[in-house]
């Protein structure tokens, strides 16, 4: 059956429960860790591609967003209570549903951090271009080093967005020789973050540019743009779903939380209501003052984000201060209104606060791979560890050629919303996974469960079914034709080559540092 390899749960936390974690975490503990994973691209990246598929109704994206990742946390948080290893959905999947969907799962993650990988690195090249080059060098990045041909729009000579494309190797060369992130940088960068975004909020909404005449209309695509459209609020959700997520690592901190049942909901919920109402006051700001209404077609729909006719009204005088058109949508924002000063220092903040996102995405990605390499299921060569660098240095090689060449020749919008479509499946498959195990295993030690999992675990399948199914067309088919050569992968080498398969569980606890063999009878599709 190809369904029947599941690997032993027992099997994969025989290495875990090894390792005694301290509860020492409380519910603001964990509220302000979410916060700290949660704010960072999205917001500072994302804004102008959402207005311009919902105009002000970018404000109820945020709150359908936010929504869908709620119920999604709660059903992440139960499984990574239950499975407190490396590996993420691909493990869980692993250990509830066997190794096909598991594989189909970790193929989806290695799409899903690499292309938001190359998302936030083109995002920084938009601070970096407009905020460190133009407003404190006086250079101006010529166009064909601006933007690929598919960035903008084929017009004016666009090849390639050299910065992203040079972020993105910098940062798989610090991964390769082994640097990583200081927890004292990353909390600095944290309050850099935050300090910005709530100064740009105070200074927007008391500005006397702000006016709420700039909100109307308020849904000028409508709630529902349609399946496949990517536009209306529900489009922008499905695309600024990406300014959420991070929020899974709230999840994972249930073995180390003192009362977990009590505050790992309060924690997860917390910090996404606050993001939530932070992210809609960032919106009202920008749209308030500048306003955000999209750039319309001449059939009355928004032109797509990032596409080649945006492009070229975007290049019109009358629309190259629009909110929708900007690269570095806050900064701008506030340059506008006369505070061209602190638009240049929320620039900076930007442009030192993303690399270390790229960082995480990049070592996330590499990690997944390394486990399903691990796991037999990719070539265990892919995984070979460099002697003197002690990295996984091919793998991660790999990975960051790839993320440079999607930062040099895509926009934001479209990258970002190819990543969405792997997270959302991803987070789909979580939802099932805590289902299933509820049948399967009800008696099985759990720190957290989730409350209603009845209603919570239907919503989060088809929230993220929905939101999945608002993305562009385009940005949906790819994870069909994704999938479409991961089956050929593992049919033609990862199904006969599978550790599990053989008849051996290998767990090896990247905490702990610790290795457990377990030979267990090969399954009875064998």
């Known amino acids: 059956m190809i369904l029947g390899r599941v690997k032993p749960l027992e099997a994969i936390l025989a290495t875990a429960e090894k390792k005694s974690l301290h509860r020492s975490l409380g519910a603001i503990q964990l509220m302000l860790f979410g916060i700290g994973c949660i704010i960072g691209t999205g917001i500072f990246v994302l804004t102008a591609a959402g207005a311009q598929k919902a105009g002000p109704g970018l404000m109820l994206a945020f709150v359908i967003a936010g929504l869908v990742c709620v119920v999604a946390a709660l059903c992440y948080a139960e499984i990574a209570s239950m499975i407190p290893v490396a590996g993420s959905a691909y493990t869980y999947s692993y250990a509830t549903m066997g190794e096909f969907l598991a594989w189909t799962v970790g193929w989806a993650l290695i799409l899903e951090y690499a292309i938001a990988g190359a998302a936030v690195s083109v995002g920084w090249s938009g601070y970096f271009a407009g905020t460190i080059l133009n407003e404190f060098m006086g250079v101006q990045l010529p166009t064909w080093l601006a933007g690929g041909p598919l960035a903008l729009g084929g017009i004016e000579g666009g090849f390639i967005n050299l910065p992203a494309a040079i972020i993105a190797l910098l940062i798989t060369w610090l991964l390769m020789i082994g640097t990583s992130e200081s927890a004292k940088v990353n909390a600095v960068l944290v309050a850099i973050k935050v300090t910005a975004l709530t100064a740009f909020i105070g200074l927007t909404l008391t500005s006397a540019y702000f006016d709420p005449d700039k909100f109307n209309p308020f849904l000028p695509a409508g709630v529902f743009g349609g399946f496949g459209t990517g536009v209306g609020a529900v489009g922008a959700a499905a695309t600024i779903f990406f300014a959420y997520v991070g929020f899974d690592a709230v999840s994972t901190a249930a073995e180390e939380t003192k009362n977990p049942q009590r505050n790992v909901p309060i924690g997860l919920v917390g910090s996404l209501l606050f993001c939530t109402v932070f992210y809609i006051l960032v919106a009202a700001g920008a749209i308030g003052t500048i306003g955000g209404q999209p750039i319309m077609g001449p059939n009355g729909i928004p032109f797509p984000a990032g596409s080649e006719e945006l492009a070229l009204q975007c290049a019109m005088p009358e629309h190259a201060a629009a909110l929708v058109c900007s690269d570095e949508a806050l900064a701008h924002v506030l340059r506008q209104i006369g505070f061209s000063g602190i638009g240049n220092m929320l620039g900076i903040a930007a442009f030192l606060a993303l690399p270390s996102v790229i960082l995480v995405l990049l070592f ?33 090689l790999m990975t960051g050629l790839l993320v440079a060449i999607g930062a040099a020749f895509f926009p934001v919008g479209q990258l970002a919303d190819i990543a969405n479509a792997g997270t959302l499946y991803a987070f789909l498959m979580v939802a ?60 033609g080498y990862s199904r006969r080559n599978s550790h599990l398969g053989k008849g051996i569980v290998e767990v090896v606890d990247d905490v702990a540092g610790e290795e457990t063999m377990i030979p267990i009878h090969p399954p009875a599709d064998e």
């Open 364 to 396: 996330a990605q590499t990690r997944i791979f390394f486990v399903m390499s691990r796991d037999g299921l990719l070539p265990e060569g892919l995984s070979a560890v460099h002697p003197k660098w002690k990295t996984p240095y091919k793998v991660t």
């Open 432 to 491: 099932v996974a805590v289902m299933l195990l509820r049948k399967q295993r009800p008696n099985f030690k759990r720190d957290f469960k989730t409350p209603a999992i009845w209603l919570i675990g239907p919503a989060t399948v088809f929230g993220c079914a929905f939101l999945f199914l608002n993305l562009p067309s385009a940005a949906m088919l790819v994870l069909p034709i994704w999938s479409l050569i991961g089956f050929v992968v593992y049919f």
